[in-house]
């Protein structure tokens, strides 16, 4: 006897699914949850995804991703929040209350990561009422440091968190993904500090391991094969009396050469051994 | 007119060069100082290479590298511990004052970073006394949290300190190196807890650039190619009081490919432009 009821799986673990496939795949494993990634569900249609997964009894735990807020160029921070706004209007047709958001790198030429931090929090100023209103909440991820200078200069929990705590928990709190800060010796005290103010929006597993893939982006570890303590950081952010899903989000191309059912069929058994 | 009097040359810059080349090529672009690897040292003879420089006027800014002091097994700590010992004998007859440290990465298997870190510690404890006596420093690199499982558990320069402090700042002390620590919104507050403390042992220079080479051992950036603000970094640096060598390490195969002096040339350009 295992417990998946916190369990979802997020989309992009399982990038060779159609949704139909992702929604079926679930069914059969006894999953009720998943992660959604705006462009394949642009793809397939709002409304229909919603519809496609209201019918399995299947529950929507965050849409990836708004943000990119960084912009200096006044033409293409108004695309962004525009874009952000439709990205909350997307959640909420699919019932999903958190918005994960990159929250973007530095601008071409700029070494200015104050500045690109303080621009950030301009944009959640415009959006997160608006968010509110419908029913969504904007989840900064802090990034893995390497992902500083290409897509979020928010690299640690304590920045995310210096960030969010400028607005209301329920407009803007964070993501925990032990992926991006299972090396930070901050992190027990950062995330019982996003807790303790109802901050923790999601919380998301892959594993660290290498070498890394040229780019860095898609060298995620299965639960189990590298160096993160999943259960130590499930006790972390349960401690702060969080008891919402546990989303695995690992990107990974030898994982996506795999056959779908075999993938999730491995990820909930390491998950069951390693975050249970 | 360029002051170049502070500048030091990391060895690994310019790999293409042979040790003879390097000193050759400092000559004659005016620069006095260089950083060395032990293994070209080892192969072209310590004794050797430091009455090469000394002919030539250049002294040795640091010696790299010392450390991975993470293992479990104790046959395993206990070479690395007699290495580490020779390490400092080769500092030493190189006349520089600065042994880096790679401090090591997790243990196969292990999940444990805390415990690595604790077994950093212990070893300084083994080792301080004895470079203090060869008139060496034992500098703790923190190494970008990319490679905090393979190569070095210490990531920012706020954990290095908290292992440095723990001993005299004589025998332990830290290397502020750009390339590692420039996304920390905190480097600035640890620059100068570091120098106020008398620690910062060595100053390394180095761009941050994307995308990463698969491995990202080799992506780092020739100076004002990428993210970097140096200018602001040289501040903090000096703000402390350090009036020490500036050292330029890059390790960049599009410049390993190229001419020795070429590059070296334009490092001192691109340091005079960005650093000075």
Redesign the interface.
Known sequence: MTDLSRLSINQETLKQWSLPELTEGCVKAGIDKVGLWRAPVQEYGVERTAQLLTDAGISVTSLCRGGFFTALDPAERARALDDNRAAIDEAAALSTDTLVLVSGG?PAG?????GA?ERIAEALAELGPYAQEQGVRLAIEPL???F???RC?V??L??ALDITERFPAEQVGVVVDTYHI????QAAAQIARAGAGGRIHSFQLAD?????????LVGRGQLGD????FRAFREMVEATGFTGPIEVEIFNEGLWARDGAEVLAEVAARYVEHAC
């Open positions: 530095l700029s070494r200015d990561l104050h931090r893995h440091p390497m500083a200078s290409d200069v690299s640690t304590s920045q299972w090396w930070d010796d660290w391991i290498t070498p890394l893939p040229a780019g860095v590298g160096s993160v303590d």
